[in-house]
């Protein structure tokens, strides 16, 4: 199953993510921010398969960050955009030339619905699990 960098401000959003996708026999580690989010990302020792990161307005950085240094330190990743209704597509993050897939889930949204996203990446041999060798 898939290594995965939840990133959600609400603890109990957080928690309620943790729990279900570590249920459905994934890995997780857990930040509040994307600050936090980065300090995982560069600490890892072990890729992550996906990132499943609120999108937030706010002087943080951004998902399309997380996306990219992960990218840079562990090669493809999946990330998973969690929207609030009305939030404008981010066109930009999703066809920016950095590997791996972007997928907008908006909110409301079914536990069901990540992991199956999830356990269709990792059927279909998407996962990169080859980490880049760091200077």
Do not use: N
């Amino acid at each position: 199953m898939a290594r995965i960098l939840i990133v959600e401000e609400d603890e109990d959003v957080r928690g309620i993510l943790e729990l279900g996708l570590i249920r459905g026999g994934h890995r997780c580690v857990v930040a509040r921010d994307t600050r936090e989010g980065l300090l995982h990302l560069i600490q890892s020792e072990e890729p992550f398969d996906a990132i499943l990161v609120e999108q937030l307005e706010g002087d943080g950085p951004s998902p399309a960050l997380l996306r990219a240094v992960a990218a840079a330190l562990f090669g493809s990743v999946h990330l998973l955009v969690m929207t609030s209704a009305g939030t404008p597509d981010h066109e930009p993050m999703r066809s920016a030339p950095i590997s791996g897939r972007v997928t907008m889930i908006g909110k409301p949204f079914l536990l069901s619905h990540v992991q199956d996203l999830l356990a269709r990446e990792s059927d279909a041999g998407e996962r990169s699990p080859s980490k880049l060798a760091r200077g």
